[in-house]
């Protein structure tokens, strides 16, 4: 148990919405550990200001015990580390940062907490997996699932932005990754194939709960399990679709819930209470869901 208080924090822009303080607080609370979260809301293009190496200077001096990092500072912090775990820097983008042997040091905690989460489905083991969606949250997602063996296709509305992440991932890849665009007569070619379809683009988020990044008129992949990283409802379009017509599905709550249980292990050296982390996430997502009507 440690000793002294855990102050730990997040920086990005905009956070009036983000979960993570009720999820963290949860954790802090249920192990007895004193200590806050707070938000550090710093402008998109103010990465250079003194705020942002100040907070980094109090994790290195143990006033701050680690910091959560989300949009539009993931990859902007990169030149404030001294170190990268191996999933931060093959995917080139962190979310947490913590002190080791007296270094500033960034992890990638969504890359394995979708993983973790992903074990809830079931699917079979090294199934072709397609991501829809090329940005932030779709390289945590094809890192970890090309670590996992799986061969994996993209679909996305910018094909050629799919095709440069595609690129950068092709050597730890076992098989090519495929590239299509995220359209009817594409997807509906390499359906049969598919075991796996994950949701990275915001499609389905609250306020625009009805859509959907499946089109309309195309039935789901008739052997596929579906994960949907929008957590915010926690039960989506996409994810109501499947399960209507039978196949499994989940949304990103789970994972959410497990980047921030790996992130509090890394600071804390305890496990995480994920249970009451999960029930303060549903919690918050349930009251932002009523303030957001
Ligand atoms: P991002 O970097 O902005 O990437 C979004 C991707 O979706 C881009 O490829 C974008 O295409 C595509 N997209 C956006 N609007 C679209 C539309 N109308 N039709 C088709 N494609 C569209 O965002 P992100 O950080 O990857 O996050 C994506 C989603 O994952 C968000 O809902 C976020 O909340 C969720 N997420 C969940 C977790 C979790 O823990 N569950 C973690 C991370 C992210 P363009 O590049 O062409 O704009």
Same mark, same amino acid.
């Given at each position: 148990m440690p000793e002294h208080c855990i102050n730990l924090g997040l920086i990005g822009? $905009?956070? %009036?919405? #983000?979960m993570s303080p009720q999820i963290h607080q949860a954790a802090l609370h249920k192990l007895g550990i004193c200590g806050n979260y707070r938000l550090f809301a710093i402008e998109p293009n103010n990465i250079m200001d003194i705020a942002i190496s100040d907070l980094f200077d109090h994790v290195v001096s143990g006033e701050l015990t680690g910091l959560n990092i989300t949009l539009p500072h993931k990859q902007n912090v990169? $030149?404030?580390? #001294?170190d990268l775990t191996p999933a931060a820097a093959h995917i080139g983008a962190v979310n947490t940062v913590f002190l080791e042997d007296g270094l500033l040091k960034g992890d990638n905690t969504d890359a394995a907490g979708f993983l973790n989460d992903l074990a809830h489905l079931p699917f079979v083991e090294l199934t072709p997996a397609l991501i829809l969606g090329a940005g932030g949250a779709a390289r945590a997602v094809l890192f970890s699932l090309l670590e996992a063996g799986h061969p994996v296709s993209i679909a996305a509305r910018n094909p050629t932005k799919a095709q440069t992440l595609a690129d950068s991932f092709n050597s730890i890849a076992k098989t090519p990754i495929q590239v299509l665009p995220l359209e009817d007569h594409a997807l509906a070619q390499i359906s049969n194939t598919i075991g796996l379809v994950v949701n990275? =683009? $915001?499609?389905?988020? #609250? $306020?625009?709960? %009805? =859509?959907?990044?499946?089109? %309309?008129t195309l039935p789901l992949p008739v052997n596929a399990s579906i994960y949907d990283l929008v957590y915010n409802p926690a039960d989506t379009l996409l994810v109501r679709r499947a399960r209507q017509s039978g196949r499994p599905a989940c949304s990103g709550l789970g994972m959410l819930v497990e980047q921030a249980s790996l992130a509090f292990e890394r600071w804390t050296g305890l496990a995480a209470p994920r249970e009451t982390m999960k029930q303060a996430a549903q919690q918050a997502s349930k009251l932002s869901m009523n303030t957001s009507l």
């Open positions: 822009w $905009p956070l %009036e919405h #983000s990169l $030149p404030f580390l #001294s990275a =683009t $915001p499609l389905g988020m #609250s $306020p625009n709960i %009805e =859509t959907c990044p499946w089109p %309309e």
